[in-house]
């Protein structure tokens, strides 16, 4: 099995007009000086994703979306498929974020359905797992993100179409963030998880996210099983972001 290629994604959530794409022309910058090992994305809000698309094409950073619909097409008003995020230059996609399941009660079907429609549309899909501060208080951290893990990846999940992001809740710009410990656990108990299902499982890119900032990359980075980072907002700035990418870019 090929080695896992870090990948550092920055989600920028419901923030960045058009003159916010100046900062994803300063990352660009600071990849063409000096070419990270790890590969880049940035998913801004959809109305920014055909313009970063056509501002980054060539640099290497790809672009993603923040949520698409299960289904191709139809009668969904303010709904995006995944086919219209690729149309527009996406090569990944975001599903599952805690902020959609709680905000649009998306549950791990809605989830599967939507990483099934980035497949179809031939996206990667960045599916997001965590629990929440009282499950983790409750001591059931391992089977919330299990059981989350199993509902939410469909069948034709593979290593080269699918990452997995683990993102406790209450880490979640809430400049909190679990030991290294914790995340040892979890990251190792969802590769083991990934393998019992999948052929590929130990290649799957597992990225951990939540309140990674310049200052804890390198230790979150260095866990055994994380392969990146999926990022809010210290990816907002180009920045604050690239010693994030440093961190885990380098070797
Ligand atoms: P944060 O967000 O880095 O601002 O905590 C991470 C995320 O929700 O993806």
Redesign the pocket.
Known sequence: MAARRPLIVG?W?MNGLTASLGEATALAGKVKAQTPAAELGLCPPATLVAAMAATLKGTGIGVGGQDCHAKASGAHTGDISAEALKDAGAIYV?TG???RRTDHAETDATVRAKAQAAHRAGLIAIV?VGETLAQRDANETLKVVSAQLRGSLPDDATAANTVV?Y?PVW????GRTPTEAQVAEVHAAMRQELKARFDDGEGFRLLY?????PDNAKSLMAVADVDGA??????LKANDFWPIIEAKGFK
């Open positions: 989600n959530k975001l974020h805690s902020e997001c992001a993102e880490a979640i710009g809430t996210g939540g309140s990674v900032k999926l990022v809010g907002g210290a990816s």
